[in-house]
């Protein structure tokens, strides 16, 4: 049947009620309210077909951060971007199976994981008339990718040089087993962290998405995919390797002649101009994405794309504020500790039966303090250490989370490898958050000053 001559496009109508109400009371309200008697809005979609929570504001005109249009170009002269390369963070799909904060258990878990997978592919070798995913044994974490390789015919051998470390959440470095078969996902991860390289690049992960608020942090060691939780981490890195283990500039030529031109335009002809680097490009888009005046302005569109930098006045001392935050978060384990309150009053109920304290990592915000155990307490902690936010913890608060004792999910490495326990780590977390704190207080003091140059 064909469509009728005096069809029209669609107008949509919208009329907003409170983000909390229920099912029940929208009805209610629809109900005693007549539908005509309702002051609607119209409303259409922008270019990216986002309907609600539009923008208006100048996020257009800013220079991408990273896109898939220049990660793909060919040719320089393609380029349009700051960033040529940029990566999802690592995603394993068994994290309890090759995370460990200890490398020695972590090499006992890999091995075991190998040495069962090898087996399962012996068994099952020749069969490939069946669905392997009924097949295998779940004594190990098996995914769809793993069961390819059996079908492949691929055995797996043990190195020791995949080893390596891993910013697993922020602030909370661990031991990962990085191999493109096992880690399941490594995406362009081996651009930035080549297995087995003596050098380490800065790069920063970010986290844009509409179930987290936005965040970001600097690290030179390989970042997991849910760096922040709910929303995946993109990386960008300051250089790449090739397959030789080459470094290569990531910071695009098509960039610095932005950044050139725009600086030259700015202090006028006849004046002298420092010579805009790639490193000071890569420190200034670090400082630009803390600035909580911007996160306040591209609030929205930060929640659906990827960042955009501005032009901002003065740009060496953004420069020089992105340099002070990038050696505050890459080297927050060398940092000044925070000189913190330790106070010890011995449990002795729990001694006395031959136990170790009952680990509790519970922080006190309005107390300045944290109960790590049934026996010690961290105190002095500054209001400010806790506004340092990423996503949607503070700093401090991630340390914390992370080093909780919790039963592992996989009934394998609850049953064989669940070893850790706070008590052998307390000292080691104890110095982590005096540092954690350090760099938090220098970060809000940064932070408050970019907001008050942006204004």
């Known amino acids: 049947m064909g469509a009728a001559k005096d069809k029209k496009p669609a107008r949509v109508y919208y009329l907003r009620r409170p983000e909390l109400e229920t099912a029940e009371e929208k009805l209610g309200f629809l109900a005693s309210h007549p539908m005509r008697a309702l002051d609607f ?18 996020f257009e005109t800013l220079i991408p951060l ?20 940029f990566s999802l963070g690592v995603v394993t799909n068994r994290d309890d199976w090759i995370y460990d904060y200890d490398p020695a258990v972590l090499s006992e878990k890999v091995r075991f994981f190998i040495d069962f ?19 295998v044994s779940r ?19 043990f190195d020791r040089a995949k080893i390596q470390g891993s910013l697993y959440r922020p602030y909370v470095a661990a031991q990962t ?22 050098e380490r690049t800065p790069t920063f992960a970010f986290m844009c998405g509409d179930r987290q608020p936005f965040a970001l942090v600097a690290t030179d060691r390989s970042p997991n995919l849910n760096m922040f939780s709910a929303d ?21 030529d098509w960039a610095v002649k932005q950044f050139s031109a725009h600086y030259a335009e700015e202090i006028g002809p006849g004046k002298s101009v420092r010579k805009i680097t790639k490193e000071a490009i890569f420190h200034y888009c670090y400082a630009v994405l803390h600035d909580p005046v911007y996160r306040e302005k591209y609030a929205q569109n930060l929640k659906r794309e990827f960042p955009r930098i501005p032009f901002y006045p003065d740009f060496w001392l953004w420069a020089a504020w992105g340099e002070a935050l990038m050696a505050l978060h890459i080297g927050y384990e060398s940092v000044a500790p925070f000189p913190l309150i330790r106070t010890d009053v011995p449990d002795d109920k729990v001694r006395a039966a031959g136990l170790q ?26 209001p400010e250490a806790w506004t340092y936010k990423l996503g949607n913890r503070c700093a401090i608060d991630w340390v914390l989370d992370q080093y909780k004792e919790k039963k592992p999910k996989d009934p394998t490495i609850r049953e064989k490898f669940d070893t ?21 207080v220098q970060t809000v003091k940064l932070v408050e000053a970019m907001k008050a140059a942006s204004r």
């Open 420 to 440: 850790y326990r706070f008590a052998d780590y307390k000292d080691k977390v104890i110095d982590l958050l005096m540092r954690v704190t350090t760099v938090s």
């Open 177 to 198: 087993y990085f191999d493109r078969i096992i880690t399941h996902r490594v995406y362009q991860q081996p651009s930035f962290f080549p297995i087995g390289a003596a």
């Open 139 to 157: 004594t190990i974490k098996w995914t769809s990718e793993l069961e390819a390789q059996i079908k492949r015919g691929t055995q797996l051998e």
């Open 41 to 58: 809005d119209e409303v259409s979609p922008d270019k990216t077909h986002n309907w609600v929570n539009l923008t208006s504001n100048d």
């Open 357 to 382: 304290p009952k680990a509790l990592l519970r922080a006190d915000p309005a107390a300045g303090s944290i109960a790590l155990d049934t026996e010690t307490t961290l105190r002095g902690i500054p």
């Open 117 to 135: 997978y090898n087996a399962e592919q012996k068994r099952l070798a020749g069969r490939s008339n069946v669905n392997l995913a009924d097949e």
């Open 66 to 85: 990273a896109s898939k249009d220049t990660k793909a170009a060919k040719t320089a002269g393609k380029e349009r971007a700051i960033f040529r390369l």
């Open 232 to 252: 995946a981490g993109q990386v960008v890195g300051l250089y790449q390797f090739d397959q030789s283990a080459n470094r290569i500039d990531n910071i695009t």
